[in-house]
Structure formats: structure tokens, C-alpha cells
């Protein structure tokens, strides 16, 4: 079992940038696959990035490619998310989750593990 701390979220005005990170417990977070998502008010929860357990490959949601980098820090059993260029539209809570396939996937009911989600909110 793994547990996930995200922290990094605030307030920025459109076109700034924020650092999401996301703290895993425990000595088996390079065994997981990991993923970003989000969830407006009103809306389902939606992909945002996925990465696999060696960083070799990443994913992105369309709405975000180009302006969102993923990565991993496997040493440190820590997550991030890179947001560049942010749009009133990113305004969401942003939860990281843990995955044991061996596989990254847009589908969040593959996910095993959640974090409590950490908000941002992009003024315009």
C-alpha cells in the first residue's frame, strides 16, 4: 500500500506557473505507475498526465500538452507536476494517484491509490 500527499497548489493569475508535488510513503513508489488528475466543480474527474514507473514515458491529456511537464524523482518516492502558462480553465482540485500496473493509463478506475488533492485556482 502506498500513501500520497499532494502540496503545491494556490493562487495564480493566467499565464503564471505552479509546481504540483506529490509525497509517497513507503519504499515501493518506483514499483508504480503514476498519474495526475483533475476535477472542477460541476465536472468530472479528469486525466492529466501519466508517468511511467522509469520515467521513460509520459502522457498527456490534449488540453494540457505543451504547458504541463511530468516527472518523477524515484529516490525521493516524489511526484511533480510542472504548470506552465495556466489558464482560468486548469482551475481544478489536481490529485495524484498510484497505479500497479506496469502500463500508464488515462483511465483514473486504474488507479489503486489516491491523494487528497491539493486545489489551484487560475484567475483571469
Known amino acids: 500500500q502506498v500513501q500520497l500527499v499532494e502540496s503545491g497548489g494556490g493562487l495564480v493569475q493566467a499565464g503564471g506557473s505552479l509546481r504540483l508535488s506529490c509525497a509517497a510513503s513507503?519504499?515501493?513508489?518506483?514499483?508504480?505507475?503514476m498519474g495526475w488528475f483533475r476535477q472542477a466543480p460541476g465536472k468530472e474527474r479528469e486525466f492529466v498526465a501519466a508517468i511511467s514507473r522509469s520515467a521513460i514515458s509520459t502522457y498527456y491529456a490534449d488540453s494540457v500538452k505543451g504547458r504541463f511537464t511530468i516527472s518523477r524523482d524515484n529516490a525521493k518516492n516524489t511526484l511533480y507536476l510542472q504548470m506552465n502558462s495556466l489558464k482560468p480553465e486548469d482551475t481544478a482540485v489536481y490529485y495524484c494517484a498510484a497505479d500497479r500496473g506496469s502500463i500508464p493509463t488515462m483511465r483514473s478506475s486504474q488507479y489503486d491509490y489516491w491523494g487528497q488533492g491539493t486545489q489551484v485556482t487560475v484567475s483571469s
Open positions: 513507503g519504499r515501493t513508489f518506483m514499483n508504480y505507475v
